[in-house]
C-alpha cells in the first residue's frame, strides 16, 4: 500500500519560512518521481514543483522560483519543500503527489499522472 504523508505547515508571516515534509512508503523514490501542489480558496489546484526520480533534477512554476527549494532524502523516503520569503498569495493547502509510473519526465502538471496523494497541509501567510 502507498502512503504519502505530509507534515510541517502552518501560520507564518510574510517573509517567513516553512519546510514541508512528505514520507513517501509503498514505494521507491528512487524510482518515482515526486510533485507538490497547493490549492488556493476558490482556485484551481496548481503544480509547484517536482523532484525526478533520480534525484538530480528538479522543477518549479515561475511564482516560487528563487524562494522554494524542493529536496530529498532516499533514506528516510522523504521529499521536502523549503519554503522561504513567503507572500500571502502562497498560502494554500499544499499536497506531494508521487508519479504513476517509473523514470518519468521531470515537468508533470497534469495531476491524472499521479496515482498517490497526501492528505494536505495547510500553509497560511498572513500580511
Known amino acids: 500500500q502507498v502512503q504519502l504523508v505530509e507534515s510541517g505547515g502552518g501560520l507564518v508571516q510574510v517573509g517567513g519560512s516553512l519546510r514541508l515534509s512528505c514520507a513517501v512508503s509503498?514505494?521507491?523514490?528512487?524510482?518515482?518521481?515526486v510533485g507538490w501542489f497547493r490549492q488556493a480558496p476558490g482556485k484551481e489546484r496548481e503544480f509547484v514543483s517536482r523532484i525526478s526520480w533520480s534525484g538530480d533534477r528538479t522543477y518549479y512554476t515561475d511564482s516560487v522560483k528563487g524562494r522554494f527549494t524542493i529536496s530529498r532524502d532516499t533514506a528516510e523516503s522523504t521529499v521536502y519543500l523549503q519554503l522561504n520569503s513567503l507572500k500571502p498569495e502562497d498560502t494554500a493547502v499544499y499536497s506531494c503527489a508521487i508519479d504513476r509510473l517509473p523514470f518519468g519526465p521531470l515537468v508533470v502538471p497534469d495531476t491524472s499522472r499521479y496515482d498517490y496523494w497526501g492528505q494536505g497541509t495547510q500553509v497560511t501567510v498572513s500580511s
Open positions: 509503498g514505494r521507491t523514490i528512487r524510482h518515482y518521481s
